[in-house]
């Protein structure tokens, strides 16, 4: 089963993500903050980290440079998923290492089609 790490503060959008990507077959581990984003991706190496920019402790984009530069995490691909939609974020997110962007409010079609594309799920 592939995992998938969400990085997020709001209970609403986790139980949203958690409901979906469960419901899909996927296994999730869940942080609140950046920084047990961080740690959490260190210690269960996941197959994916979906990461919110809005976070306490640590931001998405400085949790993400983390995960980057760390070479046992570096590998796994991070998706930003925010409601940070302004013009240049996007570009800001991938210049940070994000691999993807989703902007909130989402289409749970279209992040469980990203999610599977990403993973080579179908």
């Known amino acids: 089963m592939k995992r998938i790490l969400v990085v997020e503060d709001t209970e609403d959008n986790r139980r949203i993500l ?57 590998h796994i691909p991070i998706v930003a998923v925010t409601s940070y939609a302004l013009s240049g974020d996007e570009a800001k997110a991938l210049a940070a290492g994000c691999d993807g962007y989703v902007a909130k409010p989402f289409s749970p079609r279209k992040i469980l089609g990203l999610v599977r594309q990403i993973l080579q799920d179908g």
């Open 18 to 74: 958690r409901d979906l990507l469960t419901c899909a077959g996927y296994g999730l581990i869940e942080a609140t903050d950046g920084g047990a984003g961080v740690r959490l991706a260190q210690q269960e190496i996941p197959d994916l980290v979906l990461m919110d920019i809005q976070l306490p402790v640590m931001d998405g984009y400085e949790a993400t440079r983390h995960i980057k530069a760390d070479p046992t995490t570096s």
